[in-house]
């Protein structure tokens, strides 16, 4: 076990003396459980005056909370002390999840900021540890929806391949409620829809590939192959009569 100094100690027992008016160290004569709580016998170690402290733990009050995840609701109500106070954005663990505070709700149906557990009426809350992320898989006129979790930091690039249990697919474009994207990244948190395709074969992205590289160079024209024809045969030709030239 490891040892605590004489110093922390002290430090750990500090509390406001009725004679010297102010918080210094004292020594624990004697301790009296009394309820939910427990007296203290003290005695000041600057004036050596006696006085009992008395610890209480605070009053609690129900508090109904509505806490969403993964497109459901439900509404549960939790004891809570009556000196805690709510503030926005504040993340609380439930059911070994994580949840933010999105909306306190007051008895007058209006919305707060910051409140006290026994003023609010309402605290609605949020699941932030996971997401859900919809997905869309398209082999050419058929369609099927999936959904995921993951957190919320978790990363998503258009062009990507994605492992899915019905196979291997390229993400396509990702949506985000405002707009579609297709290309760049995106964190999970702001996804609305995540829309994939099958990746192209390999005989596929040859032929892309080929077709891309001609009308490049300005190959891909009517009447390409007669063309390339005449040039093999003028091509022949040369070469017969610089060989005969040469004998």
Same mark, same amino acid.
């Given at each position: 076990m490891e040892e605590t100094s004489e110093e922390e100690v002290e430090l750990d027992n500090f509390a406001l003396c009725p004679t010297c008016k102010e918080e210094v160290s004292h020594q624990i004569l004697r301790t009296t459980e009394k309820g939910?709580?427990?007296d203290h016998l003290v005695q000041c170690n600057i004036c050596n005056g006696v006085h009992k402290i008395e610890l209480r733990p605070p009053?609690?009050?129900? =508090? @109904?909370?509505?806490?969403?995840?993964?497109? +459901?609701?439900?509404q549960i109500m939790m004891e809570i002390d009556v000196d805690e106070i709510?503030?926005?954005?504040?993340?609380?663990?439930?059911?070994?999840?994580?949840?933010?505070?999105?909306?306190?709700e007051m008895p007058d149906a209006t919305s707060s900021n910051r409140v006290s557990?026994?003023? =609010? @009426?309402?605290?609605?809350?949020?699941?932030? +540890?996971?997401?859900m992320v919809r997905l869309t898989f398209t082999e050419g006129e058929e369609s099927f929806s999936d959904t995921i979790m993951c957190e919320p930091d978790q990363e998503f690039h258009c062009g990507a391949i994605y492992e899915h249990s019905s196979g291997l697919w390229r993400i396509r474009a990702l949506h985000s409620g405002k707009g579609r994207s297709l290309n760049g990244k995106m964190k999970a948190a702001n996804i609305r829809r995540v829309f994939l395709h099958l990746p192209p074969s390999y005989e596929d992205a040859q032929e892309k590939r080929r077709?891309?590289?001609?009308?490049?160079k300005g190959q891909n024209f009517s009447g390409r192959e007669d063309h390339q024809e005449k040039i093999r045969s003028a091509n022949i030709r040369s070469k017969k009569v610089y060989r005969e030239r040469s004998e």
């Open positions: 939910k709580g427990v009053k609690s009050t129900e =508090v @109904r909370f509505t806490l969403s995840e993964i497109g +459901d609701s439900r709510f503030s926005l954005g504040d993340q609380f663990d439930h059911d070994e999840f994580i949840f933010e505070i999105t909306r306190l557990a026994e003023n =609010v @009426r309402m605290v609605w809350a949020t699941r932030v +540890d996971k997401v077709l891309e590289r001609g009308s490049w």
